[in-house]
């Protein structure tokens, strides 16, 4: 494996805000009215732990909200969609979490975080088709490879985009790994999101929720650059090219 560093301002991500690439955010939800949302316009689903899906996607914890955010601060031009499948706490079911990669995926998302996962590995079957079908539809599921010693899906599944914390980076550089074998990448981000006034960064919030978030930006940026990336292989492909 290779490794490259990439910052914000310099090629292939220079210059770039994410304008006309959905993003879906699948987690406790987005406030709309944060001010680090801004006026991005924020459209929305829950689906509830029994599967029936509603219009009430406004987050209630704030995790959300926060991973949006800071996939807002690198890509402030994306069509951003909430997809709640947590309420009062960071729990559900991998049943549910298929569900929502599946609605996003099918509901024209070209970039699907999820700054969660799940280390049981009786779970990769139901979450690896959901991979799948997002693959198929010509979606990028970018999720948590690895943080503590412990594997993550679906972030680890060979068709999604795992993403590492890596303590080198800040919130402007991005690490890519590239796999021989796999002919894909993964990647090593921040794990801080944009700062908060009045707030030292030892007191923010923090993990590696926020390094998927930071990558999910730049990919954001990347797949406006070139809208005909459909998978990890094209992004191999397209980065390396630059670099």
Known sequence: MSATRFTLDA???????????RVAVIDSGVHPTNPHIG??????????????????????????TAVAAAIL????????????VFDRTLTTSAEVLARAISWAANHGARLINLSL??????????????VEEAVAAGAIVVSAFESDGVTWLPGSLPNAVGVI???????????????????????GASAYPRPIDGVTIERNLSGISFAVANATG???RLLSRDPTIRDTRDIA???AATS
């Open 117 to 130: 996962g799940t280390s049981n590995p009786a779970r990769a079957a139901v979450l690896g088709a959901a």
């Open 73 to 84: 601060e690198k890509a402030p031009e994306i069509d951003l969609v909430a997809v709640r």
């Open 39 to 64: 006026d991005v316009p924020v459209s929305g689903v829950r689906i509830a732990p029994d599967g029936e899906i509603d219009g009430d996607f406004v987050d209630r914890i704030g995790h959300g």
């Open 237 to 239: 492909r397209e980065l």
């Open 165 to 187: 914390l890596d303590p080198t980076c800040d919130r402007h550089v991005l690490v890519v790994i590239a796999d021989g074998t796999r002919g894909s990448v993964r990647f």
């Open 218 to 220: 730049f990919l954001a």
């Open 11 to 21: 090629p292939p991500f220079a210059g770039l805000t994410g304008k006309g690439v």
